[in-house]
């Protein structure tokens, strides 16, 4: 469905820039013809969305054991990127033109503009379902939003400019909507790279977690202790944990009380345990350089 999606969405933004730059440059509108290529700039960035959850569903190899589930991140970064280079080049734009407003043609522009705004709110409407479990959908739902705030702005835009010649209208709504779109890419940027890092996924309290195992009965001390994620919804942790001398059927039911925990409290789907006893670091003599 996610794919499904998208797939509207691209057909939807390629349907609205070749309406906008045939009408466009009928009527001599160059803010039309600028829209025009900037929606044609989110069809590429929805491409490769649509080719990211298609490539992270391929299976893991000898090579790469994860799979290719980062792809979606790679790509939710890349899009963020260049998202946020088509708005500064939109807003130094605009401030440009505060002080030239530019004549901009009426009433043939406000209908484009409204096709637009409909078709666009269309295609973030069906994109904002997923938005929010995937950073890769997110990133095209942005693209999306971003051009739906655009074209509202160009329709609010063009009837005070036909109706009361209000020429700077324009740049300011461009700007506003800029800083808007500006806050959105900021938060995304934040947390590609978070992921990229391998840091603590959002929402889960490091101290929490190694607390939580600490009170486990049996369990008496966590070192070693790592959470990260590949994707929006793969989370990992591993750890190594110093436990009380207990009998093999007791050291299985630990374990198997710890990952259902993990699972249930913390949504960590992928755990790696590694214990051991006072007894056997003493006996095998075993020193571990922990990180934490």
Not at 59 to 76: C, D, M, N, V
Request: include cysteine; glycine fraction near 6%; charged fraction near 20%.
């Amino acid at each position: 469905m996610k794919n499904k999606n998208i797939l509207v969405a691209i057909i939807i933004n390629i349907l609205i820039t070749i309406s906008e730059v045939v009408v466009g440059l009928l009527i001599g509108s160059l803010a039309l013809v600028s829209d025009a290529v900037h929606n044609f700039s989110d069809v590429g960035s929805m491409v490769l969305s649509w080719w990211g959850e298609k490539v992270k569903k391929k299976e893991a190899t000898f090579a790469k054991t994860y799979g290719y589930k980062r792809a979606e991140i790679i790509i939710a970064l890349f899009n963020a990127m260049t998202l946020l280079a088509v708005v500064v080049f939109i807003s130094i734009e605009a401030f440009q033109k505060l002080s030239a407003p530019a004549d901009i043609a009426g009433s043939h522009m406000i209908w484009m503009a409204m096709i637009a705004l409909v078709g666009n709110g269309f295609a973030t409407y069906i994109l904002e379902k997923d938005a929010h479990k995937n950073l890769n959908i997110k990133s095209a739902w942005m693209h999306s939003m971003q051009d739906a705030l655009f074209s509202l702005g160009v329709v609010v835009g063009a009837v005070l400019i036909h109706y009361y010649h209000w020429f700077i209208i324009d740049p300011i709504i461009s700007i506003l909507l800029s800083g808007y779109i500006l806050k959105e890419v900021y938060g995304l940027i934040k947390g590609t790279i978070n992921i990229l890092m391998e840091s603590v996924p959002e929402g889960i309290d490091f101290e929490e977690v190694k607390n939580v195992l600490k009170s486990l009965t049996g369990v008496m001390g966590v070192n070693d202790l790592h959470i990260w994620q590949t994707d929006s919804n793969s989370r990992f942790l591993s750890a190594h944990l110093e436990i009380e001398n207990v009998e093999n059927g007791q050291r299985n039911e630990l374990l198997y009380n710890i990952q259902v925990l993990l699972e249930d409290k913390f949504k960590i789907n992928h755990s790696t345990i590694q214990m051991m006893s006072v007894t056997e670091k003493e006996k095998l003599k075993m020193k571990f350089n922990h990180c934490n």
